[in-house]
């Protein structure tokens, strides 16, 4: 799996990234695991048109010092789709920029 990872995170600061994606993304049945969707404008051209699998977003795994921003963009409608694949350059930006932006927010500094 590809994916952006931030680590060696105290656990203060993992409790304020969870409640921030608490407030901020949806949340999985799974505890640690959140989803983020991605912009109309950002979605390639095979995901803006299955509209049925609408919304695209990528997955927030949260370990104990550690974050993973997956760089799969799935959907969550359907498990199985030709529109599932890893990342563009600008769903990857996208991406990275949230988890910065996040950063800055939070004050945590890596």
Known sequence: MKAYVLDEINAENIKKIIRFLKENTSQSTMEQLFWVEFPQDLLNPLQF???????????IEIGLDWVKLEFLVRSLE????????YCTNSQRDYIINFAD???????IGT
Do not use: I, S, Y
């Open 49 to 59: 048109q299955h509209t049925a699998c609408q919304p695209h977003a990528f997955a």
């Open 101 to 107: 932006g996040m950063l800055d927010q939070l004050n």
């Open 78 to 85: 359907t498990m199985k789709c030709d529109c599932t694949a």
